[in-house]
């Protein structure tokens, strides 16, 4: 077999091989919200919109807060206000979630809350935003009566 020939089964070997391997750079399937969602995030703020339009910091300039969602479904929330030294505002509850994503809707089943009038109820979020960093959502129906925005932050 002459130079040319050899160079021509060189370059059929090498289309063959490239049919039969997958491609390293293929994108991988695309995680599902609940599947993004997992994880601890810490809050940045949370803003009361009033019907009016005006806004307030229910929890203050500077509140603290966490949100865990476990791969198996479970949720744990706490936030607090520490600007205040005495009658301190908080909130907390755990129970179950669930995502729906084509409405990009989380819905929190609360099996116990601080607040008792939440507990075994179900409560839902829209998610605005969320990327690997932050997850920005709206409470439509808050227990003060207005929307909330809520802004979180993955924690690292």
Request: positive net charge; contains cysteine; hydrophobic residues 40%.
């Amino acid at each position: 077999m002459g130079f040319w020939g050899r160079l021509v089964s060189c370059a059929l070997l090498l289309a063959a091989m490239a049919a039969a391997t997958p491609p390293s750079y293929a994108a991988a399937e695309p995680k599902s919200l609940r599947e993004r969602l997992v994880g601890t995030w810490l809050l940045v703020s949370a803003t009361d919109i009033r019907k009016d339009g005006s806004t307030v910091n229910r929890w203050g300039e500077n509140p603290k807060g966490t949100i865990i969602f476990t791969p198996d479904g479970r949720y744990a929330q706490m936030i607090l206000r520490t600007d205040v030294l005495f009658g301190a505002k908080n909130a907390a509850s755990f129970g179950t979630y669930t995502v729906n994503e084509r409405d990009k809707a989380l819905v929190t089943h609360v099996e116990a809350s601080s607040n008792q009038h939440y507990s075994g109820t179900d409560r839902k979020r829209t998610i605005l935003s969320l990327t690997d960093d932050e997850m920005i959502y709206l409470n439509p129906a808050s227990s003060a009566g207005t929307s909330v925005r809520t802004v979180w932050k993955r924690a690292r």
